[in-house]
């Protein structure tokens, strides 16, 4: 079974930018969907941003317009640039892969927006 695993986070300034990246330890195109998922303190785990195998994106309007989502197949790896950072962008990262059978998460990475 293929693998993720993210990396990426850090400490950042609000204003800032950071780069997540999550690396498949197989083919990310077994994938019907990957995505990105935080989970603040407390708070239920929400969708960021998704993308099909065939390329469709969606965001969560939190994000849009300074979050990307991209992907490398050569390289097996999913990116999600994120821009002017705020600080309740601050959350635990999961990339996530779904396939017609099963969903697999990373581990997480953690982003701390501060002030």
């Avoid at 990246?21 to 019907?32: D, E, K, L």
């Avoid at 990957?34 to 785990?45: C, D, E, F, T, V």
């Avoid at 317009?65 to 002017?84: E, H, P, W």
Wanted: proline letters at 1%.
């Amino acid at each position: 079974q293929v693998q993720l695993v993210e990396s990426g986070g850090g400490l950042v300034q609000a204003g800032g930018s950071l780069r997540l990246s999550c690396a498949a330890t197989g083919s990310i195109f077994s994938f019907n969907v990957m995505g990105w998922y935080r989970q603040a303190p407390g708070k239920q785990r929400d969708l960021v941003a998704t993308i099909s195998r065939g390329g469709t994106i969606n965001y969560a309007d939190s994000v849009k317009g300074r979050f990307t989502i991209s992907r490398d197949f050569a390289k097996n790896t999913v990116y999600l640039q994120m821009n002017s950072l705020k600080l309740e962008d601050t959350a635990v990262y999961y990339c996530r892969g779904v396939t017609s059978t099963h969903s697999t998460w990373g581990q997480g990475t953690q982003v701390t927006v501060s002030s």
